[in-house]
């Protein structure tokens, strides 16, 4: 059973810090790597996706990725309020679908 | 208009009726999926289109049925559903069954 494991949270950061969300996946052949974000009765969003160890940024967001360790995380930059959300993460292996997590929610306060 | 659309956005229902959710992207992609989303539980995929043909089941009941009549659109017939089946269900679709799911807004179903 593909497990990807992220803390409910709710993360909490007041705005301008960086917030840091986590997420955990068990099957070492997992390829693709994505962060979508949910605000509270919509649909997920695609916020940034990584395929290669290391870092990706785009603009205030910023994947990062260890294979070796079997973790990616999501880190934001001058956090908003309006960054307010459930942000999950789902995890792709070479043939098959997305496992997702069940989303960490974080709330930014002005 | 554009993305991915979804409707009705909001649906109540007995547990005799019958009822259809429908799909339609825009992006020009070849697969789609359904997806139910309930509370404290991670999205979980329901089934799998390719190119309309259905590449994956992921062990749902039989009360939900899924038709693709071609790429742009998926149904979901729902029939003799459950209270417990009540859910948002959201639709995505990827250009290939290998690239980045694009999601719908979802419909929100309530089951009595």
């Known amino acids: 059973q593909k497990e990807v494991e992220q803390n409910s949270g709710p993360l909490s950061v007041p705005e301008g810090a960086i917030a840091s969300l986590n997420c955990t996946y068990s099957d070492r052949g997992s390829q693709s790597f994505f962060w979508y974000r949910q605000y509270s009765g919509k649909s997920p969003e695609l916020i940034m996706f990584?395929?290669?160890?290391g870092d990706k940024e785009d603009g205030r967001f910023t994947a990062q990725l260890n294979k070796a360790s079997q973790y990616v995380s999501l880190l934001i930059r001058d956090s908003q309020p309006s960054d307010s959300a459930t942000y999950l993460c789902a995890v792709k292996g070479g043939y098959s679908t997305l496992t997702f997590g069940k989303g960490t929610m974080l709330l930014v306060s002005p | 208009e554009t993305g991915v659309t979804q409707t009705p956005r909001h649906l109540v229902m007995g547990m005799t009726n019958k009822k259809s959710l429908k799909c339609e992207q825009h992006l020009g992609h070849n697969a789609m999926y359904w997806y139910k989303q309930s509370a404290k539980k991670p999205l979980e995929l329901m089934f799998v289109y390719n190119f309309k043909e259905q590449t994956e089941n992921n062990s749902v009941p039989s009360r939900f049925s899924p038709e693709c009549p071609n790429s742009s659109h998926l149904f979901l017939h729902l029939h003799t559903l459950q209270p417990e089946d009540s859910a948002l269900y959201l639709c995505?679709?990827?250009?290939?069954?290998?690239?980045?799911?694009?999601f719908g807004p979802g419909t929100r179903l309530t089951v009595l």
């Open positions: 995505a679709s990827s250009q290939g069954s290998e690239d980045t799911q694009y």
């Open positions: 990584i395929y290669s160890n």
